[in-house]
């Protein structure tokens, strides 16, 4: 996979076209290494590790889980949500801009117009003390979520030494997918049931940016379950 340092337009419909939604529709992910290039790619990583550094990323919080669960043996690492727009994630924002373009190119190919909202980028670091996330989906729910995006930021990760690794288990698929958290290596699969996913124990300090794109109709009638749920909630507390 080339460089895409000072990627084009025509580049990025062209790695869409070839290669991503092939990927998606047939096995329901895909990776691409060299997605911003080094210069750009080490930008990131600078700015990611500032935030770290500045005590800016927080516990990963867990939604609905059991009573007397530690939340650390669920999952280990620790967060932080930009808009891109902070001082000092100029180049995260570039990083933003660019899957934007891409995923607008994914959702026109393969006809799903919906697709035209994302989240927050979430900053996330396993502290390399044997954290991990066990097996989970992102939107086993309809919350909306329908694409997520993970861009890497680990250099000289030697799995086997450090772990680390993103297991996914494709759905119906008689196998399970290893993607290496490495340098500059964009990861796309589906958010919901289709992909269930893991990360392993990292023994090493693992950068990484995830970010969800949303189905907007799917998203909305969440919103109204979501609402309509709090409603009746107060109602029965009243």
């Known amino acids: 996979m080339p460089v895409l340092d ?17 990927a998606l529709l047939a096995d329901g992910f895909c990776h691409v290494d060299g997605f911003l290039g080094a210069s750009l790619g080490d930008a990131v990583l600078g700015q990611v590790k500032q935030m770290h550094r500045g005590g800016a990323l927080q516990d990963g919080r867990l939604a609905g889980s059991a009573p007397g669960v530690h939340r650390r043996t669920i999952r280990g690492d620790k967060i932080a949500w930009v808009s891109g727009s902070e001082r000092g994630c ?9 899957l934007d373009k891409l995923v607008s190119a994914c959702a026109r190919r393969i006809g799903n117009k919906a697709i035209r ?18 097996k989970h ?26 772990g680390g690794v993103l297991r996914i288990f494709p759905e119906g698929k008689p196998y399970v997918a290893d993607i290496k958290p490495l340098f500059d290596r964009l990861l796309f699969f589906w958010s919901d049931r289709r992909n269930p996913h893991e990360v392993q124990p990292s023994y090493s300090t693992r950068y990484a940016i995830t970010v969800w794109y949303f189905d ?22 009243s």
């Open 90 to 98: 100029e180049a995260v924002n570039v990083l933003l801009h660019r």
């Open 117 to 134: 909202e994302r989240s927050k980028a979430m900053v996330a670091c396993y502290p390399g003390n044997g954290a991990g996330y066990v």
């Open 216 to 237: 907007s109709e799917e998203r909305a009638e969440a919103k109204r379950r979501f609402k309509k749920l709090k409603v009746s909630n107060e109602q029965q507390s």
């Open 137 to 162: 989906v992102d939107n086993p729910n309809c919350d909306g979520r329908r694409i997520t995006c993970i861009y890497y930021l680990n250099k000289d990760w030697d799995a086997k030494e450090h």
């Open 6 to 22: 000072r990627v084009s337009d025509v580049q990025l419909e062209r790695l869409v076209v070839d290669r991503i939604v092939p």
